[in-house]
């Protein structure tokens, strides 16, 4: 069976592509209310990795992964490098950059 999909190839963004960002950072926040924060991060960093078109789901990815890398994988680096990452002009008022101004790191 075939799946078609609905895309806009003048911004090279396929919808089914937004939808499996969106599916991942549910995903991972569910892993996150189950305290298996070790399921979380990977879920997150699919997002990072592969689907990172929609900014929005993006920068959710990006906050939890800054929070997962410090306190899951005792990365301080890479939470800082990530922090910095969400805190780029690309992100520019969403939801999450905002998040992580407010936090002191």
């Known amino acids: 069976a075939y799946?078609?999909?609905?895309?806009?190839?003048?911004?090279?963004?396929?919808?089914?592509?937004?939808?499996?960002?969106?599916?991942?950072?549910?995903?991972?926040?569910?892993?996150?209310?189950?305290?298996?924060?070790?399921q979380a991060f990977w879920q997150f960093l699919?997002?990072?990795?592969?689907?990172?078109?929609?900014?929005?789901?993006?920068?959710?990815?990006?906050?939890?992964?800054?929070?997962?890398?410090?306190k899951t994988r005792n990365d301080p680096i890479r939470s800082r490098q990530t922090r910095e990452k969400l805190l780029e002009p690309a992100y520019k008022n969403t939801e999450y950059q905002k998040k992580a101004e407010a936090l002191k790191q």
């Open 3 to 38: 799946e078609i999909y609905q895309c806009d190839w003048s911004s090279d963004v396929c919808s089914s592509d937004l939808s499996r960002a969106k599916a991942l950072n549910l995903l991972g926040e569910y892993y996150l209310k189950k305290n298996l924060p070790e």
């Open 46 to 70: 699919k997002v990072d990795t592969l689907y990172s078109q929609d900014t929005e789901e993006h920068s959710k990815a990006l906050f939890n992964l800054m929070l997962l890398f410090d």
